[in-house]
């Protein structure tokens, strides 16, 4: 099977889906990888890097999505890339199709079998690809917010820390999943007063013994967000419900009691958005003021780290884009991290999430590989 890499064409997303180092090892298994000229130029890598390593070169997009069997992107398809879609194709990349209905339809027209990233889950319960994108996107959500608490950026005026004799931000977090957890801790070492806000009192439990300093938690309902949100300086939204589109906890009437100033990080936008009023931005306009609430709902956040985001991804990706590219999708999703992570095939809905988000009819992938067999 020949692994295509395409250069990512998302606006200001500088990622690319497999590293050089990963490109060798799946040479020496004897994949054959064929990446575009520049697709690794973004993140630092340079093409010879690529050739070093086994990898052949296509000057064009068009030539890689047509030699190849399987794709490998870290965003999904956009437009421009919509012609390339094709019955048989394997595509692995992160896809939210629960926010996306016009690609999932056209997915299933084309009969496309599409791995989405973010649904490759473990037994346990882990999501092993997302989570490092997770991480980096809670982690760069503070950075962001101290940016945009700045007078000059149109924010409050606040440091994060606050000085001796002048309190400091209080930031609310949305969830205490991987992007709530890494949020928190970034805050928390700036010296922020951090509330974390989650359904479950265990993970709560959890929080409240791992991260210290100024936090609290609390169990997340409408009482609470009411009694924080009009003293709070950063919103960060990170509920997460994999592969679903995501509710919207907070409301547009609890936006209009922030302060003048205040910040909205919404990294649940890929999935939709936990905020009424989120949008999705992109790094060339990150950002919008809603009620005099300034609100960044970038959907590709980590792309603007493309050195540490793109070695994760890859590496993260590996072991799944390996046993894919050797054995084929069918044999492939004997490994039931891989099944999950299937959303569609052969023209039906595999994963429940986006099924039910897209009032669509959901097909086991168990059933449709029964009756192909």
């Known amino acids: 099977m020949i692994v295509g890499v395409p250069k990512e064409i998302m606006d200001q997303e500088y990622r690319v889906s497999i590293t050089p180092q990963v490109c060798g090892l799946l040479a020496q298994q004897g994949i054959q990888v064929l990446v575009q000229e520049g697709a690794g130029g973004g993140a630092g890598f340079a093409d010879a890097q690529y050739q070093e390593q086994g990898a052949r070169l296509a000057p064009t997009a068009a030539q890689v999505w047509s030699e190849a069997q399987m794709i490998v992107k ?72 101290a940016h945009y608490l700045s007078k000059p950026a149109g924010g409050v005026g606040r440091l994060l820390s606050g000085v001796v004799g002048v309190p400091p931000v209080k930031v609310l977090v949305v969830g205490g999943g991987t992007v709530g957890t890494a949020a928190a801790r970034m805050a928390l070492g700036l010296g922020a007063e951090v509330t974390v806000l989650d359904r479950s009192h265990r993970r709560l439990v959890y929080l409240q013994e791992a991260l210290h300093g100024s936090l609290v938690t609390m169990l997340a309902n409408d009482v609470a967000l009411t009694e924080l949100i009009p003293e709070t300086d950063v919103l960060i939204g990170a509920v997460l419900v994999p592969g679903a589109r995501t509710p919207q906890v907070v409301s547009r009437a609890m936006v209009a009691r922030m302060k003048p100033g205040a910040v909205i990080i919404d990294v649940s936008i890929d999935q939709g958005g936990c905020i009424e009023t989120s949008r999705p931005t992109h790094h060339s306009n990150p950002t919008y003021t809603v009620d005099g609430v300034i609100h960044y709902c970038v959907v590709n956040m980590p792309g603007a780290v493309p050195q540490t985001s793109s070695r994760a991804y890859a590496a993260s990706s590996y072991p799944y884009v390996a046993l894919l590219a050797a054995e084929g999708l069918e044999r492939a999703v004997a490994d039931q991290a891989i099944a999950l992570g299937v959303n569609t095939h052969h023209g039906y809905i595999t994963c429940p999430g986006v099924a039910s988000a897209l009032g669509q009819q959901l097909t086991p992938l168990g059933k449709l590989l029964r009756a192909a067999a």
């Open 74 to 145: 870290v965003k999904q398809p956009l437009l421009p890339e919509y012609p390339y879609l094709r019955p048989g194709l394997l595509l692995y990349c992160f896809l939210h199709l629960a926010a996306e209905p016009e690609l999932t339809g056209l997915l299933l027209e084309r009969q496309v079998s599409a791995i989405a990233a973010e649904t490759i889950q473990t037994p346990d319960g882990a999501l092993p690809v997302l989570a490092p994108m997770s991480e980096i996107a809670g982690k760069m959500t503070v950075q962001v917010s």
